[in-house]
């Protein structure tokens, strides 16, 4: 007799449909638990590399992880002219990432790094404030990614620890010295990689961040050219290095994981060696990734450098909380979302919201401000302004010529909301 036969005999024959029931639902929610993979999740950020030079250099690993899930177009830059503009700049990109906001927020303008607005959460904070047991990690060149960026141990992040890192290797001129071929850096990218496989098969962090930075060395020092297409070449080779380590945990532990590869900025596109300004080429990066249930906006809706944070927060099942994620500029490029892209504008006294309707079900509810108390730790109190048919794609709303020439505007769809600001222009 089986334990399940022994189970249904102790039920003393009593011929119950409820009780039997009850006993296949535990048995297959307890089937269900046993199967459940611990999700773990791993970034990259390769250095520099526009999306028309990823596209056209042999990357054999990179489409080995896009076969899984997908690969797409995505932008760094913000709103052109707006708001949100924010320069191509690498620390810039990698805290936009970081963060899933554009500069007007996270505040990080250049390399320098000075005055980080930690009120803006890293991916890394949300995680270790919902779970403090996990594991995180950082492999990278620059040190300061861990230090300033994620703001390890910093009391202005609550002081949560990096557990496992490996950085700071641009500042060792013994074991890496340095000369105008910049091949040093080269050499610090193969420590960084295997370093960070290393940590995936032995250590598997809960979520690891891994920072390249060789490729965008070789686009200053030679733009367009074969030095910059060998360097991405390299890359993609140390990518697969990690790819190897994570199907090898997934094939001897119960994980399941999601990496996501992308680039910080594009090239200038007259010769591709600067970067920092707006023009297509600057703007255009790209998103490579094994991830399952790639929405519609992640092959088509513009997506960003922005969204890779929400993507990977959902997939880890941190809840972000409401007034955290009513400042977030991304939106999750798996599972099925309800609207994207949203902008304002203020004519003739009144204002009209626009967004992109990902489904066409539903409502969608408007919430106004005209403070941005956030920015400094505060609360900003939220008036619901109206709602709106979801496929509409449009609200408008006559407003006082009294108030202040500023506003934040929340759209609250079923599955995501997304937010815009409204800035008088001087």
């Known amino acids: 007799m089986s334990i399940f036969e022994i189970q249904i005999y102790r039920m003393g024959k009593v011929g119950s449909a409820k009780k039997l029931m009850l006993v296949v639902v535990f048995a297959v929610l307890s089937a269900a638990l046993s199967a459940q993979k611990i999700k773990k999740a791993v970034f990259v950020i390769a250095d520099g590399i526009p999306a028309d030079v990823v596209e056209k250099v042999a990357t054999p690993n990179l489409d080995a992880i896009a076969h899984e899930g997908g690969y797409a177009r995505a932008h760094v830059g913000g709103l052109l002219g707006g708001y949100s503009e924010t320069p191509t700049i690498s620390a810039v990109g990698y805290n936009s990432l970081l963060t899933g906001t554009w500069v007007n927020k996270h505040n990080v303008w250049d390399n320098d790094i000075p005055d980080p607005n930690y009120h803006y959460y890293t991916i890394f904070r949300f995680l270790k404030e919902q779970f403090p047991q996990k594991k995180t990690a950082v492999f990278s060149s620059w040190a300061d990614n861990r230090t300033k960026l994620v703001g390890d141990g910093l009391p202005a992040t609550g002081s949560f620890p990096v557990d496992y890192h490996f950085d700071g290797l641009e500042l060792d001129t013994v074991n890496y010295p340095h000369a105008d071929d910049r091949i040093f850096m080269h050499r610090i990218d193969e420590a960084v990689a295997e370093k960070a496989a290393e940590g995936i098969r032995s250590l598997a962090p809960d979520l690891t961040w891994v920072y390249l930075e060789f490729t965008d060395d070789m686009g200053h020092k030679y733009g367009d050219s074969p030095e910059f297409y060998k360097a991405v070449e390299y890359m993609d080779n140390q990518v697969g290095r990690l790819w190897d380590a994570i199907r090898y945990r997934e094939k001897n532990f119960n994980e399941e994981w999601e990496i996501y590869i992308t680039t910080d900025h594009g090239r200038k596109p007259d010769n591709g060696k600067g970067h920092g300004g707006q023009s297509d080429r600057e703007r255009t990066i790209w998103i490579v990734t094994n991830a399952k249930h790639l929405n519609d906006y992640f092959y088509k809706g513009n997506s960003?450098?922005?969204?890779?944070?929400?993507?990977?927060?959902?997939?880890?099942?941190?809840?972000?909380?409401?007034?955290?994620?009513?400042?977030?500029?991304?939106?999750?490029?798996?599972?099925?979302?309800?609207?994207?892209?949203?902008?304002?504008?203020?004519?003739?006294?009144?204002?009209?919201?626009?967004?992109?309707?990902?489904?066409?079900?539903?409502?969608?509810?408007?919430?106004?401000?005209?403070?941005?108390?956030?920015?400094?730790?505060?609360?900003?109190?939220?008036?619901?302004?109206?709602?709106?048919?979801?496929?509409?794609?449009?609200?408008?709303?006559?407003?006082?010529?009294?108030?202040?020439?500023?506003?934040?505007?929340?759209?609250?769809g079923p599955r995501n909301m997304v937010n815009t600001w409204l800035v008088e222009k001087k």
């Open 304 to 412: 960003g450098v922005v969204d890779i944070m929400p993507t990977i927060a959902e997939f880890l099942g941190i809840k972000i909380p409401k007034g955290n994620l009513m400042e977030i500029d991304g939106v999750p490029l798996t599972g099925k979302i309800s609207l994207s892209n949203p902008q304002a504008y203020l004519k003739d006294g009144r204002v009209t919201v626009n967004w992109k309707p990902q489904d066409k079900r539903g409502r969608v509810k408007v919430w106004m401000t005209t403070t941005n108390n956030f920015k400094t730790g505060g609360q900003d109190h939220y008036e619901l302004a109206g709602t709106a048919r979801l496929k509409d794609g449009k609200y408008t709303l006559p407003v006082e010529d009294s108030v202040a020439p500023f506003y934040k505007i929340v759209i609250e």
